[in-house]
């Protein structure tokens, strides 16, 4: 509803969650002495958030915590890191990444009220990581390697490259909220760039261009933008 931020703060050894009211400019902690958590999405009711956490046996796994107080309910299970979860508008399925093989894809759906099991998305030797969910729920992106972002139309679609990021980049990907831009962050000569490239209705075009620059501490932002707008 545009009117909190989700927030982490990482110490140490700790990592809370906090939301911050924009109207009001406060901001007050959800999460306190459990355990890490990072990577917090908004479930669709505005009153939950997706994290993953160690909240339990130190093990990396995917949690519902509730913004108005609760214990956090744990949603996967596993001995291994489950990171960067995204979730479909409905809520109803969760595609994360998973430190199998060198980075894997899963998913889960929930039925009838409780997730089903998890599901890898894609076979062969190809390792895909940090995925992204589109608000409009047609398309999944992904890291498919070092350098290249895919994008994979819904619901049985194989993964395509789709941009090309310049430099070690660093994973996450964001979707503008009509579902035409992809973003991705990379690390260029000490040189931070923010890379974006309209992909709707199956159309890619464009070369990189510069779409902000702000030049503080070795940091610039950069962009890719479709040579066929919507």
């Known amino acids: 509803d545009g009117r909190r931020v989700l927030i982490t703060l990482q110490a140490a050894s700790s990592g809370e969650l906090w939301a911050y009211d924009l109207a009001n400019r406060t901001a007050r902690v959800v999460t306190s002495g459990a355990g890490q958590a990072v990577s917090p999405r908004w479930m669709p009711d505005g009153e939950h958030a997706l994290v993953s956490a160690d ?3 130190r093990n990396w796994n995917l949690y519902r915590v509730s913004l108005n107080g609760g214990a956090p309910v744990r949603l996967t299970t596993g001995g291994v890191f489950q990171y960067s979860a995204s979730l479909t508008p409905d809520g109803r399925t969760i595609v994360y990444g998973e430190s199998t093989d060198g980075g894997s894809l899963f998913a889960v759906t929930e039925r009838d009220g409780r997730l089903g099991d998890p599901r890898r998305l894609f076979s062969g030797s190809t390792q895909y990581d940090f995925p992204s969910l589109s608000p409009d729920g047609k398309w999944l992106a ?11 139309g819904l619901p049985d679609g194989r993964p395509e490259p789709i941009m090309i990021v310049p430099g070690q980049w660093e994973p996450c990907l964001h979707w503008s909220p009509d579902s035409h831009w992809l973003a991705a962050t990379s690390v260029r000569g000490g040189v931070l760039r923010q890379s974006a490239l309209v992909i ?6 464009g070369l990189p261009v510069a779409i902000f620059a702000a030049r503080a501490a070795d940091s610039m932002l950069w962009g890719v933008k479709s040579s066929n707008p919507l």
């Open 55 to 57: 909240f339990t046996e």
């Open 200 to 205: 709707g209705a199956g159309i890619l075009g």
């Open 142 to 152: 992904a890291r498919g390697s070092w350098d290249t972002a895919v994008r994979v």
